[in-house]
Nanobody
Framework: QVHLVESGGGLVQAGDSLRLSCAASGRTFSSYHMAWFRQAPGKEREFVAT????????YYADSVKGRFTISRDNAKNTVYLQLNSLKPEDTAVYYCAGSNNGAYTLPRLYNYWGQGTQVTVSS
């Protein structure tokens, strides 16, 4: 089992950058594939990025490719999401998630979720 806590969100202007962190409890963090999702008001939760257990493989949604970078530090039990060149349409609550089985793009396939951190991008 793993408990996830996100941090790093905030209010920024278009073009700015943020780094989100997701700290995990437990001694088995390196056994989980990790991902970031986001949910804007009135919209479904959408996939942003995923990273494999070792960090050797990553995958991004087309909408963030080239602007966002997912990474992890298994020694610190933390996964990160670097958000660059932010746009107003990136405004959402960002969630990290963990999966025992694979690096998926569907939220329902993730076992563990954090509480989310708000990112607001003004134009």
């Amino acid at each position: 089992q793993v408990h996830l806590v996100e941090s790093g969100g905030g209010l920024v202007q278009a073009g700015d950058s943020l780094r989100l962190s997701c700290a995990a409890s437990g001694r088995t963090f390196s056994s989980y594939h990790m991902a970031w999702f986001r949910q804007a008001p009135g919209k479904e939760r959408e996939f942003v990025a995923t990273i494999s257990r070792t960090g050797g493989s990553t995958y991004y949604a087309d909408s963030v490719k080239g602007r966002f970078t997912i990474s992890r530090d298994n020694a610190k039990n933390t996964v990160y999401l670097q958000l660059n060149s932010l746009k107003p349409e990136d405004t959402a609550v960002y969630y990290c998630a963990g999966s025992n089985n694979g690096a998926y793009t569907l939220p329902r396939l993730y076992n563990y979720w954090g509480q989310g951190t708000q990112v607001t991008v003004s134009s």
